[in-house]
């Protein structure tokens, strides 16, 4: 069974549903507090410690994340996905309101951000599989797409606006300040989110809950292998974040260092990702759907492997960004078609464990990569360590188009 079994009838395009658009604004705000919270938890770590202890604690969050993340899609399919994400936001609201208070009043130890990061990388492992179950609940099958274009354009907005804010509340009263809006943007989130309807699974899904944990969770594993678009698709998506996440995140400041462009030229490179990928997700959210979804999809991935592995020849800084709006254009596009594709294939009650899998691969498995991109590039440079990820990446791709389901899945009209 599809996510067409729990569409309803005579829905509004997505950009003109009012459920939808709650959703969005409940995202966006979350999104924003993230960003905000981030920054101030970094920037009290450094004031508390040192850059060493800035890292231990900006990495306790990612370890219970990837720990629990599995565990957090079987909650949100035993206890609905809204639920999931109201409870995390309220919880995220509450622990940081509490930080700003005690920032306000004294200097905590580090070991008090370390326990911050740990929590809210538990709370991520539950919302991250619950957000992703969200929209085939609130719109039909044939918005997917939409859907996830209006979320990339979200979170490019929060991304941008929420830098900028966390940097001015720390300006007028430091971290607390920071730590109080984030808490306060997280609480915005959570009325939105009450007021969002979603539609209740049939009672013969509800069958694939209710035993232990563990059974839940293989049941879901099980799902994604049997499946012939799932399978596959995991895997691609597997593929190209182990392809991708290295250069892109630690491998572009090398090349920018590298070539003496500096941060400024790191900086005009990492707009023209943002600038792409926001195209793409304004595609998708005025077009609301593409043909040939799965060939698509795995056209932007080979498309995408050949600008990662030009990349590191370009000739100059602004080739540089020009080669970087096409990679954020492909893979901003590839990775919303994959999303969509993902949320129409999986079987309802199933939505939050395939979500967790997928995001345990972008992710908790894939940030590994950057030690080793970073030690690759000192030993090799730039060029060998981009062509091998391009080369990676293109692999995905193959497996993809050897796939003849996933080569000829189609989004719902």
Known sequence: MTATAISAPGLPPAHRDANVLRWLGAFVFSLLGDNV??????????????????G?????????????????????????????????????????????????????????????????????????????ALPPRITGPDQLARVQGLRGLASRAATIGGSPLGGLAMALGGPSWAFAVAGTLFAVSVPLLIAVRITPLPDNDRAGTGGTAWRDLADGLRHIRRDPVLGPLVIVLAIGELGFTGPLNVGVTLLASERGWGAAGLGWIAGGFGAGAAAASLLLAVRGRLPHAGLAQQGCLALGAVATGVLAFAPSLSAAVGVGVAIGLTAGLGGALSAALLQTATDPVYLGRVTA???????????????????????????????????????????????????????PR
């Open 357 to 411: 899998v997928a995001s345990l691969f972008s992710l908790g498995v894939a940030p590994l990569t950057y030690p080793l991109t970073g030690a690759a590039i000192a030993t090799w440079g730039t060029r060998p360590v981009f062509t091998a990820s391009a080369a990676i990446v293109a692999l995905g791709s193959v497996v993809g188009l050897c796939t003849r389901p996933l080569r000829g899945a189609e989004l």
């Open 56 to 132: 231990l604690v900006l990495a306790a969050g990612s370890v219970p994340r990837a720990v629990l993340m599995l565990g957090g899609g079987v909650v949100a399919d035993r206890f609905g996905p809204r639920k999931v994400v109201i409870g995390s936001d309220l919880t995220r609201c509450v622990v940081i309101l509490a930080v700003a208070g005690v920032l306000a009043v004294s200097t905590p130890g580090v070991w008090v951000l370390v326990v911050v990061g740990l929590v809210f990388g538990t709370v991520d492992a539950l919302f991250l599989p619950a957000v992703g």
């Open 37 to 54: 919270y981030f920054l101030a938890l970094s920037w009290a770590a450094v004031r508390v410690g040192g850059p060493a202890q800035a």
